[in-house]
């Protein structure tokens, strides 16, 4: 019987996950396998997922709740996938502020659709920024509640990938590695970068292996999860772009990030996560934050000069999101303005997660 590879790549938001999946999806790929990835958010119009569609993988999304409290559309989706081609690896990406999904997303997997899916070890992606500041208990920006959920994200992985090595020296890397291991005694640590490809022989190699894995069912307060994923503001923004004369994507992508990290620095409005995509006609450009100790960049360049162009904007803050929905439009609206373009917003979406209540959860391993 063909078995799915299920391969699941979590860590908190902003921490490179998606551009983890596309180098594995590419990866996959290359050797001759159909792979299927699927992305998930509490809100549509989500970037990673037009991020992954416009690199040609076939990508289904999981939208309005995380895996574990829509599960059975988790595995809709992953049908879905197989459509016309059986995928021989799924790669899936959850929502940054989840955890506990081992006990509610790989165990019932596990259980439920043992005969289809085959589990690979269970990966956490840590970003250095904010994994030293937690990890030290010297972050700014966000509460001891949200800190919880990313100290359990890395308590239930089988490994733990530290991204962005390229960036740090070797003393830095070392220092940030015993801090998990004195976190996470035993679990494998790889050092990563997700943008040059450092380590990804490692980490294929570890999630080829075989084995009885997602084993490390955790005890929850789901009281602190809850609290400390309301604690961050939310929103989805989709708007089009037009202007009579030629307009720079790549200029503008980085322009409007720029302007909205001063806004959040300005307001001390830690950044999980913030991205914005531009998207016409075959073509597309990212760019993005990553936490409050760095500088906007464009992570993805377009090349492109365009008159009219599709912009989705996400943002995960630790602020009010009503507050953060203002601010956006207000920047988006100046940045569009200086360029002589006019923006016309299909939707937008800011609120606070509510309370994550899983459609299964284990309390063993089984």
């Known amino acids: 019987m063909h078995s799915i590879r299920y391969i699941m790549v979590g860590g908190f938001l902003g921490a490179g996950k998606t551009t983890t ?38 990508v289904g999304e999981v939208a309005g709740a995380c895996f574990c409290c829509n599960f059975d559309e988790l595995m809709e989706t992953m049908e879905s996938l197989g459509v016309d081609q059986r995928p021989d690896v799924i790669l899936a990406e959850p929502v ?63 490994a733990i990938l530290v991204n962005r090595i390229d960036e740090l020296s070797t003393e830095k890397a070392d220092e940030l590695v015993s801090l998990v291991g004195t976190h996470c005694p035993g679990v494998p640590v790889l050092r990563i970068s997700a943008r040059t490809g450092e380590g990804f022989d490692q980490l294929v190699e570890l999630l080829g292996q075989s084995g009885d894995f997602g084993r490390r069912v955790l005890d929850i307060d789901y009281d602190t999860y809850a609290e400390g994923e309301a604690e961050l503001g939310w929103l989805n923004s989709s708007l089009q772009v037009s202007a009579p004369d030629p307009v720079d994507l790549d200029d ?115």
Not at 40 to 56: E, F, I
Not at 329 to 343: D, I, L, R, T, Y
Request: proline share 5%; charged share 25%.
């Open 21 to 58: 999946l596309g180098r594995l999806a590419r990866h996959y790929t290359d050797q001759g396998l159909n792979v299927g990835v699927v992305t998930n958010d509490q809100a549509t119009d989500l970037v990673d997922t037009n991020t992954l569609r416009s690199q040609g993988f076939d």
């Open 96 to 158: 940054g502020s989840c955890t506990d999904l081992v006990a509610t997303v790989l165990q019932p997997i596990k259980r439920m659709f043992d005969t289809t899916f085959e589990i690979a070890p269970y990966s956490v992606i840590l970003k250095p920024t904010h994994g030293r500041r937690v990890l030290t208990g010297q972050s700014r920006g966000f509460s001891p509640k949200a800190e919880y959920i990313l100290k359990k994200q890395l308590e239930e992985a089988d």
């Open 252 to 366: 503008l992508l980085l322009d409007v990030v720029t302007r909205l990290a001063r806004q959040l620095e300005e307001h001390e409005a830690e950044a999980a996560h913030l991205k914005v995509i531009g998207l016409w006609e075959g073509f597309f450009g990212v760019a993005n934050l990553v936490s409050s100790e760095d500088q906007p960049e464009l992570s993805l360049p377009s090349g492109c000069q365009v008159r009219t162009v599709d912009l989705i904007i996400n943002a995960r803050v630790a602020c009010d999101p009503d507050w953060l929905e203002a601010m956006v439009m207000k920047e988006v609206s100046q940045a569009v303005g200086e360029v002589g373009a006019k923006a016309e917003y299909r939707q937008s979406q800011s609120f606070r997660p509510g309370r994550p209540v899983p459609t299964h959860r284990f309390e063993d391993a089984g």
